[in-house]
């Protein structure tokens, strides 16, 4: 008999696991990736919360699996945009014709980061030392240069929670989960790169909500004297010098402050990458920009299985901001419901 | 209207103005009167989101309000599409309704304004002329104001203005059917009772505080309220 | 709410048939700045203003002194309006940045509160007698300098170029609050980093020069310069500014309210009264200019019937950068025989 067939849209951390998890439990699996190189995000990261492990070691070991493995077949470079349903058999579209066919498929397209030139008052595209959560990652990984002097060692760095986030002015109301610990760990970082830096923290409050989280914000504080500002930041403006200007209340000190920075962070929050239009026999993979309406599995229920579709599941962050436990943790609850969707039971 | 909060929630601007304030500080972060006094508009938007009565009363009595000088900044930043300017105009408009602008300082000093601005639209047209600019009274307009209002006239018409001419060009002098309109707006939209409220709640406030009071341009209560 | 990009803040200026409402403090400080606008239009592009010698102010400063009800003002602006009806116009060219924001306010308000309109229309026919139309476009006079500026610079000899050394001028500009604070999206460029002065500076051949406080409040703040005792406020905010853009050299200030213009003028000679300093090098202020302004000495008017002389800070310094063709002696002469020319500042130089 045949081994059935389970195609993937989307190799990052949720595509990259469902393949393992699904090759496991005996399919062919097809894994479709966009761009030239998979894993995602991950592949853009220094190093992952809370433990500050390497995001290097976890991809590697994700792709060792995904490489040895015989059943899945990985495909970059290629989009694809739509889905036909014939019988219980789905073809997958690429620019209009028939890439090719599986008895399920896994929506695993992740997130796009909010653009962060969108939150105009900071300046991110004009202002050289502006750069966002992501950029500092690319620095740290490639070792590329800061925006500022390099005789500077002390620098003075803000970091920004909530750009693009919890803002009716962005248009997405949402709270983005994994950015105010991003910015602790960053913080740290930076700390680590320039002992005798400034690093301020301005956030609106602290999500720390994952086991470790807490402990690294009390260290970040402790051990690194990151500071935290409770007040969200109003505007940044060019103070000469490539420095940077910035403005915010300290509310819990009730007064406004000004300080000049030598660059300025912004923690930029997960949007929704794909939005997938669901017809009678087709899903039209249209793609999205900055605009916040993740993926919604139909009549949701904690625990249920997550498909749009009978045999379109959805797994990761492509439903909502997620962390990397969560988002391997839903692959492989997936691949066990498509098994079970597959072989009847479901 | 029993209530500081029905009152408030009547207003349009009330409506528009206070959604739900999450504390973020953006607005406190750019405003001139927080850069300036000890004033914060978020602070001012959790007193009025508590919707306690006392807290407004101790508001409407209070200098706070009368602070913010009505830039709009808090309006472009709020992530929440609160704006606490408009928060501030309801708040100031109730305070004068209920006499409560003269436990104030700062409140007081809406005799002033009405007395200019008020009397000035309705003998003018205009809320601002060249005659009310007087030197001797603003020195910070400087010398050469000075010069302009010596010699006014010729000034004024070199650049091509009126000076208070009737006909058609700048600081014209506003015909008298116009000015009755206006009065007639005045009338029928409540802005006479306005102007009643404020020189009522000032004349009491005078009596209260021994200070002689009268319609003239002075007396000890207008120069009391100027300091 | 929705995620726009400076560049994609595009706003439609009408092309013709304006009707246009003055600015109070444009008439009282800044007369000749509104005979530079009309003349432009008119004369030098060939336009239709229509202005009714009935309209008055929208008393927008009373309404931010909280002496002016809300209603009265939709009254008044609902009566202007009337006026703009009648004579056949649908486009809106507003004097005064604080009158378009009232005139934005209350058209936004109408729509989201068409009860308010209803009273509105109510009020204004029992008070007198007139009905109205809300206008198709609103239009700011510097958003008309901004949308004729390839034209105006065509029509000129001049530019913000040093004359003399082709250099460009560096300009700041200070862009009135309520231009694009209340509705970026009723702003060239929106509020963040509005187009409509930047935009003429660079248009014109200058150099835009940002500063960190670019953003902040003139200090205007209505009963914070009217009434007497709070001249304070006012005066330390401008001072924010001044100390902000000084390091940068400013040659000129490019402004687009007519308060905004007459604090950051006015500030400048007070506070080197008080402080015994000015925030450029030469002692002599850094000259402020309106879009106005600056657009009737491209097309060539005489600076002392432009009304230049009405402003403490000395303009002949950028006059001369220019270029522009002008009798410096003639600054303070008057029709009538010599009068005494203002007295000196004690520390500004004039």
């Not at chain 2, 405003?31 to 001012?44: G, N, S, T």
């Not at chain 3, 609902?78 to 604080?98: D, F, H, I, P, W």
């Not at chain 3, 510097?142 to 610079?153: M, P, T, Y």
Request: glycine share 8%.
């Amino acid at each position: 008999m045949t081994k059935q067939k389970v195609a993937i849209i989307g190799a990052g951390p949720a595509g990259l696991q469902s393949a393992v998890s699904l090759a496991e439990l005996g399919y062919e699996v097809d894994l479709y990736e966009k761009k030239s190189r998979p894993g995602g995000h991950l592949a853009e990261w220094h190093v992952l919360f809370p433990d500050m492990q390497p995001a290097g070691e976890l991809l590697d070991s994700l792709m060792q699996k995904v490489l040895a493995h015989p059943q899945i077949r990985l495909e970059t470079g290629v989009n694809i945009s739509g889905l036909e349903q014939a019988g219980k058999s789905w073809q997958l579209i690429q620019s209009d014709s028939v890439r090719g066919e599986a008895d399920a498929v896994v929506l695993a397209s992740g997130f796009k980061l909010f653009e962060a030139s969108k939150k105009e008052e900071y300046g991110h595209g004009i202002y050289p030392a502006v750069i966002s959560s992501a950029e500092l990652e690319t620095i740290f990984i490639r070792e590329k240069e800061w925006p500022f002097e390099k005789t500077n060692k002390s620098p003075k760095i803000g970091l920004v929670h909530c750009v693009g986030s919890r803002d009716a002015k962005c248009g997405n109301l949402y709270c983005s989960k994994a950015c105010c610990i991003t910015a602790v760990k960053q913080a740290i970082e930076l700390k680590k790169t320039f002992p005798a830096s400034e690093v301020y923290c301005f956030y609106m409050d602290m999500r720390m909500f994952g086991l470790g989280y807490e402990e690294l914000y009390h260290k970040a504080q402790l051990d690194y004297k990151v500071q935290f500002i409770r007040g969200r930041l109003s505007e940044a403006s060019p103070s000469g010098a490539g420095r940077i200007q910035v403005k915010a209340e300290d509310t819990l000190m009730g007064r406004p402050l000004k300080l000049t920075l030598d660059m300025l962070v912004l923690m930029v929050g997960m949007t929704a990458s794909v939005s997938p239009e669901v017809k009678e026999n087709t899903v039209e993979l249209k793609e999205y920009a900055n605009k916040g309406e993740f993926v919604k599995i139909p009549g949701a229920v904690i625990g249920a299985a997550q498909w749009l579709k009978p045999g379109l599941f959805v797994a990761g962050a492509c439903k909502g901001p997620a962390t990397l436990p969560e988002v391997l943790n839903d692959a492989r609850a997936t691949a066990l419901d498509l098994r079970n969707y597959l072989s009847g039971v479901l | 209207m029993a209530t500081i909060s029905s009152r408030l929630k009547a207003d349009i601007r009330f409506q528009d103005g206070l959604k739900a304030c999450m504390n973020c500080g953006v607005c406190t972060a750019i405003c001139p009167a927080a850069a300036y006094f000890d004033y914060d508009p978020r602070e001012i938007c959790q007193d009025v989101q508590s919707g306690d009565e006392s807290i407004l009363i101790g508001l409407l009595k209070g200098e706070q309000i009368w602070m913010c000088g009505q830039c709009l900044s808090c309006k472009t930043r709020c992530p929440r599409d609160n704006t606490p300017g408009y928060i501030i105009q309801v708040l100031r408009k109730i305070s004068q309704e209920m006499g409560y602008f003269v436990h104030s300082r700062l409140g007081r000093q809406q005799l002033l304004l009405k007395r200019a601005i008020g009397h000035s639209i309705l003998e003018t047209g205009y809320c601002v002329h060249p005659k009310l600019i007087r030197p001797e009274t603003h020195r910070e307009q400087g010398p050469v104001w000075e010069w302009v209002m010596d010699n006014a006239k010729e000034v004024y018409e070199k650049c091509g203005s009126l000076y208070y001419e009737e006909g058609l060009g700048g600081m014209r002098k506003i015909d008298s059917d116009t000015l009755d309109e206006m009065h007639a707006i005045f009338q029928e939209t409540g802005a006479f009772n306005l102007f009643d409220k404020i020189e009522q709640a000032s004349e009491a406030k005078a009596a209260e505080m021994g200070l002689s009071f009268s319609d003239d341009d002075d007396n000890e209560y207008l120069r009391e309220i100027q300091l | 709410m929705a995620q726009l990009n400076w560049k994609s803040y595009q706003k439609e200026i009408p092309d013709d048939h304006f009707f246009y409402v003055r600015s109070c403090i444009r008439q009282t400080f800044f007369p000749g700045a509104e005979t530079a606008l009309l003349y432009v239009l008119r004369e030098v592009l060939k336009k239709d203003v229509f202005e009714d010698k009935r309209h008055t102010t929208c008393t927008g400063i009373g309404f931010h002194s909280d002496v002016i009800p809300l209603e009265t003002i939709m009254t008044v602006v609902a009566r202007q309006l009337a006026l703009m009806t009648e004579a056949g116009y649908k486009n809106l060219l507003v004097s005064c940045v604080t009158s378009f924001g009232i005139y934005l306010e209350i058209l936004e308000m109408w729509k989201h509160f068409p009860e308010k309109l209803a009273q509105t229309r109510e009020a204004l026919w029992k008070a007198t007698r007139r009905e109205f139309e809300v206008p198709a476009l609103l239009t700011h006079s510097s958003d008309a300098i901004f949308h004729f500026k390839e034209q105006i610079l065509n029509k000129s000899q001049i530019s913000l170029v040093n004359a003399e050394s082709g250099q460009a001028l560096k300009g700041v500009e200070h862009v009135g609050c309520h231009y694009a604070k209340i509705f970026p999206q009723d702003g060239i460029g929106g509020a963040e980093f509005p187009r409509v002065l930047s935009g003429l500076i660079e248009g014109w051949g200058g150099e835009l020069i940002d500063y960190p406080e670019r953003r902040h409040c003139c200090g205007f703040g209505f009963r914070h310069y009217l009434v007497r005792a709070n001249r304070s406020y006012s005066i330390s905010n401008s001072k924010i500014k001044f100390e902000s853009m000084a390091p940068f050299e400013p040659e000129f200030i490019l402004t687009n309210c007519p308060g905004c213009n007459m604090f950051l003028d006015r500030w400048q000679y007070t506070l080197s009264e008080m402080e015994g300093k000015t925030y450029d090098s030469r002692g002599l202020g850094i000259p402020v200019l309106s879009s106005e302004e600056m657009a009737g000495l491209m097309v060539g008017m005489d600076p002392w019937k432009l009304g230049l002389q009405m402003h403490q800070i000395a303009v002949e310094p950028l006059l001369d950068k220019m270029g522009v063709n002008y009798a410096p002696k003639a600054k303070y002469h008057l029709a009538s025989s010599a009068v005494p020319l203002p007295q000196k500042p004690s520390v500004l130089l004039v």
